[in-house]
């Protein structure tokens, strides 16, 4: 098991910054991918970013490409996601989860329809 647990949200002002944490703990032994997801309200959840496990290779939604970056650092088990130029359609739940595997792929939004572990999500909103 890998327990995932989401930190850094909050208000924000439209065009600010945040930075979101997923902090993994458990069977952090294994390799595995990380992503981000996030749900409006009213709107099913949607993929955001994704980072392989060596860190090698990230994906982004397009409507967060060029604006968010996505990192992590397995000596601490933590995988950020780095929110700039926010926007009031940014406004939502995000979630981490975790996908064992390694490899390109595994960043790739096709490789997240199923994942292994979810964090319990931290909400930012982000105001005119």
């Known amino acids: 098991q890998v327990q995932l647990v989401e930190s850094g949200g909050g208000l924000v002002q439209a065009g600010g910054s945040l930075r979101l944490s997923c902090a993994a703990s458990?069977?952090?032994?294994?390799?595995?991918?990380v992503g981000w997801f996030r749900q409006a309200p009213g709107k099913e959840r949607e993929f955001v970013a994704a980072?392989?496990?060596?860190?090698?290779?990230?994906n982004y939604a397009d409507s967060v490409k060029g604006r968010f970056t996505i990192s992590r650092d397995n000596a601490k088990n933590t995988v950020s996601l780095q929110m700039n130029s926010l926007k009031n359609e940014d406004t939502a739940i995000y979630y981490c989860?975790?996908?064992?595997?390694?490899?390109?792929?595994?960043?790739?939004?096709?490789?997240?329809?199923?994942?292994?572990?979810w964090g319990q999500g931290t909400q930012v909103t982000v105001s005119s």
């Open positions: 980072i392989s496990w060596s860190g090698g290779t990230t």
């Open positions: 458990g069977r952090t032994g294994s390799r595995y991918a």
């Open positions: 989860a975790a996908k064992l595997g390694i490899g390109p792929r595994t960043a790739r939004n096709d490789y997240w329809g199923r994942p292994d572990y």
